[in-house]
């Protein structure tokens, strides 16, 4: 077990927010549960608008993804809007292909408007290509974004290297909208903003059991429980045993980084501080965090980490991609649980009249789950979920074959690579 002062992100966020469990019987109109960027970003709207909003945290205000990730606002969803628009048609796919374009707008507003410390640094996103093949997808990417007027520019090899300082890429594009956060303060900001406008959140508070009480709902935790009309359960990777079926719609991949010692003011390392990834399926990606460290993330094992040998493949990309830094020892490492979709598509589920689930992770959540914070307030609200720019409402649809989940992601990997590897042999189309 990795302990918990490895991560960078915890060693350098601002402090967390005085909380205490939930204790007796409780009410609210809106219960959430899971402290992250859905369920604070949710709770901040809903309390803002003089919703009555209990959130139910197991641990502590981003304990999952959202205080373990790289801190890259990445805008949009990960899908083009031709994408989009093939998996829900032309109106749902355009909207919420425009819904995305404005996520890091409504993030860096959100944290702006309510004051909140986290490094935010709009100093853009770059997306490397080191193939031919990798080359021309991201000329798909440039050119469809270009096509809707956003700030995107295109990189050739000796642009994207003086950005960047990375070797082995052939180019890129750079989009101005995007840039970095301290992922664990962003989590603790929002959370400190919510309860500032009136929202209530409890923690530790493991939701145990979820019951029909009237027409209302029955949330349980170890020492009290909270009555609720409407439920929004944001649990993401961390669902299992909250509700049949729930943690079998997706798969809990790990993702792993590491964090270098403050780097000399005059490194070619990324000087304008950009968040990067590149093309790959099996990405890697990187940024320097506020004092000036090189953090590099990418595919983790199958299991949780379990020392510091656990983290080779990120110090190899650190090795591949800046080799001047190849025996930099890292100061921090940690690793966090990405929830993946098979279609890598955001969902909403339907549980029950008043209860839903949302799960929008996919690795790319930091813009697109904070910006989500309205709409899914419109819904607990009462509107109806298909005038809302969110996937359409469904019931569970488990992934067969579920508890073959690691096999899965064995295999799965093994493919992403080998088609990363193929893609380096082969020139583009
Ligand atoms: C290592 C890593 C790197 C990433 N890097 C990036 C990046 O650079 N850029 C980007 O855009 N995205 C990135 N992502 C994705 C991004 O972090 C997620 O999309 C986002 O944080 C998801 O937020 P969430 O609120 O939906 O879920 P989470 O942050 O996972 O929150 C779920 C919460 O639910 C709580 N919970 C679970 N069960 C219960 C229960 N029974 N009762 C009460 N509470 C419960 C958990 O404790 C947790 O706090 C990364 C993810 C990982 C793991």
Redesign the pocket.
């Known amino acids: 077990m990795i302990p918990r002062e490895s991560s960078l992100w915890r060693a350098t966020a601002e402090p967390a927010p005085g909380l205490v469990p939930l204790e007796g019987a409780q009410e609210a109109e809106v219960a959430i ?9 949710t709770a901040l709207a809903l309390a803002e608008r003089g919703v009555a909003v209990t959130v ?19 805008p949009g969803l990960r899908h083009l809007a031709s994408d989009l628009v093939a998996a829900y048609g032309e109106t749902l796919g355009r909207s919420l292909h425009a819904h995305g374009a404005g996520d890091a707008d409504r993030l860096f507003a959100l944290v702006a408007r309510h004051g909140i410390a986290c490094e935010a640094t709009r100093s853009g996103y770059i997306q490397l290509a080191d193939t031919p093949v990798a080359l021309a997808e991201a000329r798909r990417r440039h050119a469809a974004w270009a096509g809707l007027g956003a700030p995107v520019r295109w990189l050739d090899a000796e642009e994207a290297r003086a950005l960047t300082g990375a070797e082995g890429y052939l180019g890129g594009w750079m989009d101005a909208r995007g840039g970095t956060v301290q ?1 664990l303060s962003l ?1 603790r900001g929002l959370a400190r903003a919510a309860i500032a406008c009136g929202a209530r959140l409890h ?1 530790p ?4 059991s979820i019951r029909p009480e009237g027409r209302d709902w029955r949330l349980a ?1 170890a020492a009290g429980s909270l009555r609720a009309r409407r439920v929004l359960l ?9 509700w049949p079926g729930l943690a079998e719609c997706s798969m809990a991949v ?4 590491t964090a270098t010692a403050p780097l000399p003011a005059d490194t070619p390392v990324l000087p304008g501080r950009q ?1 990067v ?1 590149d093309t790959r399926r099996v990405l890697r ?1 990187w ?1 320097r965090d506020a004092a000036g460290r090189l953090v590099v ?1 990418g595919k ?1 094992t199958l299991r949780a980490p379990h020392g510091p040998r656990s983290f080779a493949v990120p110090e190899r990309m650190r090795a591949r991609l800046y080799p001047a830094l190849a025996d930099a020892p890292p100061e921090f490492f ?6 993946i979709s098979l279609d890598r598509l955001p969902r909403l589920f339907a549980l029950a009249e008043g209860v839903f689930a ?12 904070t910006g989500q914070g309205t709409t899914l307030a419109d819904l607990l609200a009462g509107a109806d979920p298909r005038d809302l720019p969110l996937p359409p409402a469904t019931p569970l649809r488990p992934i067969p074959l579920h508890p073959l989940r690691t096999l899965y992601a064995a295999a799965g990997s093994l493919w992403l690579r080998a088609q990363d590897a193929l893609d380096r042999a082969r020139p583009a189309a």
């Open positions: 549960v899971g402290a992250g960027y859905t369920g604070l970003a139910l945290e197991a641990t502590e205000p981003g304990a999952g993804a959202s205080g373990a990730n790289g801190g890259q606002v990445i992922p989590a923690a508070a493991r939701v145990t935790t944001a649990t993401n990777a961390m669902s299992a045993g909250l790990w993702s792993f980084q968040a990834s990606y940024r993330g983790g940690w690793g966090g649980r990405v929830c949302v799960m929008q992770d996919n690795g790319k959540g930091v813009a697109w789950c």
